[in-house]
C-alpha cells in the first residue's frame, strides 16, 4: 500500500503498520527490498488456473459422492 500510495490504511493491527511506517520513515530502500513486488507470484495458489482446476475438481468429487447438483429455480 506504501508503494501504491494509497490515502488510508484499515488494519485491526495497527501497531505492526505503525512499526512498518516507522521501518519505512528510516530506512525506506532497505525496508522496501525486503518485501518484494512480486509476492502474489510466489506461491502458486494464486495463478488463477490452480485455483480453477482445484474447484472443477471439488466440484467433480462432491457430485460423484453426494449426487449430480441442481439448479435453484425461484
Same mark, same amino acid.
Given at each position: 500500500?506504501?508503494?501504491?500510495?494509497?490515502?488510508?490504511?484499515?488494519?485491526?493491527?495497527?501497531?505492526?503498520? /505503525?512499526? /512498518?511506517?516507522?521501518?519505512?520513515?528510516?530506512?525506506?530502500?532497505?525496508?522496501? /527490498?525486503?518485501?518484494?513486488?512480486? =509476492?502474489?507470484?510466489?506461491?502458486?495458489?494464486?495463478?488463477?488456473? =490452480?485455483?480453477?482446476?482445484?474447484?472443477? /475438481?471439488?466440484?467433480? =468429487?462432491?457430485?460423484?459422492?453426494?449426487?449430480?447438483?441442481?439448479?435453484?429455480?425461484?
Amino acid at each position: 500500500m506504501v508503494r501504491w500510495e494509497v490515502d488510508g490504511i484499515i488494519t485491526d493491527v495497527p501497531n505492526r503498520y /505503525l512499526q /512498518l511506517r516507522s521501518a519505512i520513515e528510516k530506512n525506506y530502500e532497505g525496508t522496501m /527490498l525486503r518485501s518484494s513486488r512480486r =509476492f502474489l507470484w510466489t506461491s502458486f495458489t494464486f495463478y488463477w488456473l =490452480f485455483t480453477y482446476s482445484i474447484q472443477r /475438481l471439488s466440484e467433480y =468429487f462432491l457430485a460423484k459422492w453426494g449426487g449430480p447438483f441442481v439448479a435453484v429455480t425461484r
